[in-house]
Each structure stands twice: as C-alpha cells, then as structure tokens.
C-alpha cells in the first residue's frame, strides 16, 4: 500500500477530524513495577472480546495549531488515512495526544511511520522523545506502542474515578529519540 506522511498545515485542517473507527478489545495488559517495569497480558475468551469506538473529537486547527504539530497519513488520491497530533509540552517529552488510522488501512505501517514523524518533529523542537497512554484494556493499541519502541514508564489509577470508564487506568509510555 502506497501512502505518504506530511505534516498538516491550514491548507489542510479539515484533514485533522478524520472520524474515529471501531478497534477490537481483545484483552489487557498489566503492568508491574519493582524498580524496573514489566507486564503481563491476558487475553479474553472470544465471547468477551468486543469493539469499541471513541466519539468524534471536532478539533478546532486554530486552537490548537499555536501548541500542536499535526501530521496525516496520504492515499495518492490525497485522501488523509491518517493523523497524529503531537503537543508541545513543559517536560522533555513531546505528548502524543492522538493517534488513528482508518480500519481499512491499519496494518500497513502507517502508525509506524506516524511516529516516525513525531521522532523527527520532537527531535527539531529540543525534545528528549514523545510519551503518551493507552487503557490498559486496549490492548492492541498497547502492544502497537510497546512493538515501536516505547517503554512503560507509569500508570494512572484515578483518572476515570467517577466516569462510565471507572476501573480501567491508562499506561504512560515513553520513547526515546
């Protein structure tokens, strides 16, 4: 599959609300720590595997453009399959705030070379790397971020206290330019 990465300007801003698909809960991963950290993965039997979809974000170019880079992913028809937002942050890592491709086009490397992106993106900008989280019950997403590089680097047990979301904690990756 032919694609190519460009980085989303205000000629292009439509492209950054690409709509969000469905992607498979098929387990969980658990992370441990004992001064180094580790997991385990658990996957569900198959009639408690599920999909799930995050609601669309309607992201606003001009808000967001002072404090984000953006970058899509391109069909030769200039279709955008792609996108990854990066924010500038006050730590030495640059935050990966969102990350999706179009179902019909996963498993081609396009989040890989999403990321590959922002290595470069954060690299220019005086960053150390780029972090970001995942639930620990997405496990595809998890993994996808573990095979590319990351590193768990902590967890985060309140933050769906109180939410439809309660139970679940988020994982904080890094990676390392």
Not at 34 to 46: A, K, M, R
Not at 95 to 106: F, Q, S
Request: charged share 20%.
């Amino acid at each position: 599959m032919d694609f190519t990465i460009k980085k989303i300007d205000a000629a292009r801003f439509n492209d950054i609300n690409i709509p969000n698909e469905p992607f498979s809960i098929i387990g969980k991963l658990y992370p441990e720590y004992n001064g180094t950290w580790n997991y385990h993965i658990s996957l569900y039997p198959n009639e408690q595997r599920y999909e799930m979809t995050f609601p669309n974000e309607h992201y606003d170019y001009t808000l967001l453009s002072s404090n984000s880079f953006f970058v899509g992913a391109y069909t030769e028809n200039e279709d955008c399959i792609g996108l990854a937002i990066f924010q500038k942050s006050c730590n030495k890592y640059l935050y990966l705030y969102d990350l999706k491709v179009n179902a019909k086009y996963r498993h081609n490397g396009i989040g890989k070379k999403l990321i590959e992106e922002g290595k470069k993106i954060a690299t220019a900008n005086g960053y150390k790397g780029i972090y970001t989280q995942a639930q620990d019950n997405n496990l595809i997403a998890c993994k996808f971020y573990l095979k590319t590089g990351f590193e768990i680097g902590g967890i985060d047990t309140m933050f769906y206290n109180g939410t439809a979301q309660e139970g679940k904690i988020d994982i904080i990756f890094y990676l390392n330019c």
